[in-house]
Every structure is written in structure tokens, then in C-alpha cells.
């Protein structure tokens, strides 16, 4: 079975600075995929990022980028230039690539609570 | 393009009863996974449906069950609610279940009296 930590309950961060988001996650698989999802009060799940475990280059999508560590199993969230629209719950989540009967099943951390401070 | 719509977005239920929670996909996307968050926590996969079939299924009991309808659109219904039930109960769409991302809707907020 395929676990997500993320031990930041809550972080804070003044606008246009950056912050930086830890997950680490325990697994016995090979091919996996690594999500961002960040979950504001409106409560729709919006998909920030996404790393193939495959790949070893860090995904970027503008202001945010992934430090992918492998062999740590580690996947923190870095984002840059924050803006008060960033303040949401940010969620690490996990999918193997592959059958069985969990599949499709992403794993989810516990989440982190961002506040962007103007 | 249409994203994914849940209905409806808040419920009131007492223990013991039924409830039918349901989801339209993205257009175009042809798998639906559901997903039962507590408050403060991270969602739990319930199940996943693909063409009508359940495929994927997380550790809930089998009075959560679900449906998948030829347009792709699905329902989950739980029996015999009980109080830990209250939840937001989030469906999450994609083109198949490999690598694609899942598109989460807006969730349905249930409340178990």
C-alpha cells in the first residue's frame, strides 16, 4: 500500500515571496505518477502539477516547480512570486501505473493549508 | 468545454437512510473515480468506474455502490448511512485511468443527522 505525509499542517507566506511545500511518500513501485492539487474554499480539486516517477527532469508550470527526489521518495511544491489567489489547501497525491484493483486510485496527503499575506 | 458537475451540492440525511449522489464527466472523458474527504483530511478513493464497469476500488464497505451510464455519467449510492458518513463526496473524471489527470467537480456536502 502506497502512502502520502505531508508533515506542514499550515504555512504562511507574504505576497510575491516563495515558499516551498514538503510531501514524502512511501511505495514499493516503480512507475508512478506525483501530483499537486490545490483545494480552495470554493472545494474544487484544481490539478496544479504532475511528475512521471520515470522522468528524473522537475516539472514547471510557471510560478510553480516540483524538487523530485527519487531514491528519498521525496516531491515538495515550490511556489514563486506568490499571489493571494494561492491561498488554499494544497494536497500531494500518488498513483501507481498499474492494474489491480486500486486502480486509478490517486493517495492523498493530509494537505497543507497555504495563506498568501498581502 | 464542460467540466465536471456534481448534484446536488449540499444533503441532509439521517442514519440509516439512502442517499444518490451524481456526476457528469467531462465531455469527452470516459472514466469517473469518487472520493470521500472528512473534514480536514485528504479524499479517500471509494472506487473508479470505466465504461460502465467498476475497475478500481478503494477499502470501503459494499453498501457504498456505484453506477456508470452509457453518456459516462455516474451515480454513487450509500446504504444504511451511518454518522461517520459526513463528507464531501468529490467524482473526479478523465480520459481513461493510465496517466491522464483526474478533473474533480465540486464535490456534494453530506450531512449525517
Known amino acids: 500500500a502506497q502512502t502520502v505525509t505531508q508533515s506542514q499542517p499550515e504555512m504562511s507566506v507574504q505576497e510575491a515571496e516563495t515558499v516551498t511545500l514538503s510531501c514524502t511518500y512511501d511505495t514499493s513501485e516503480n512507475n508512478y505518477y506525483l501530483f499537486w492539487y490545490k483545494q480552495p474554499p470554493s472545494r474544487q480539486m484544481i490539478l496544479v502539477i504532475r511528475q512521471e516517477a520515470y522522468k528524473q527532469q522537475n516539472a514547471t508550470e510557471n510560478r510553480f516547480s516540483v524538487n523530485f527526489q527519487k531514491a528519498a521518495k521525496s516531491f515538495s511544491l515550490k511556489i514563486s512570486d506568490s499571489q493571494l489567489g494561492d491561498t488554499a489547501m494544497y494536497f500531494c497525491?500518488?498513483?501507481?501505473?498499474?492494474?489491480?484493483?486500486?486502480?486509478?486510485?490517486?493517495?492523498f496527503g493530509q494537505g497543507t493549508i497555504l495563506t498568501v499575506h498581502p | 468545454e464542460t467540466g465536471v458537475t456534481q448534484s446536488p451540492t449540499h444533503l441532509i440525511k439521517t442514519r440509516g437512510q439512502q442517499v444518490t449522489l451524481r456526476c457528469s464527466s467531462q465531455?469527452?472523458?470516459?472514466?469517473v473515480s469518487w472520493y470521500q474527504q472528512a473534514l480536514g483530511q485528504g479524499p479517500q478513493f471509494i472506487f473508479q468506474y470505466y465504461r460502465e464497469e467498476e475497475n478500481g476500488r478503494g477499502n470501503f464497505p459494499p453498501r457504498f455502490s456505484g453506477l456508470q451510464f452509457p453518456n459516462y455519467s455516474s451515480e454513487l449510492n450509500v446504504n444504511a448511512l451511518e454518522l461517520d458518513d459526513s463528507a464531501l463526496y468529490l467524482c473526479?473524471?478523465?480520459?481513461?485511468?493510465?496517466?491522464?489527470?483526474?478533473?474533480f467537480g465540486d464535490g456534494t456536502r453530506l450531512s449525517i443527522l
Open positions: 465531455s469527452g472523458h470516459n472514466t
Open positions: 497525491a500518488f498513483k501507481a501505473n498499474a492494474g489491480g484493483t486500486s486502480y486509478g486510485k490517486l493517495t
Open positions: 473526479a473524471s478523465s480520459l481513461g485511468g493510465g496517466n491522464q489527470p483526474q478533473h
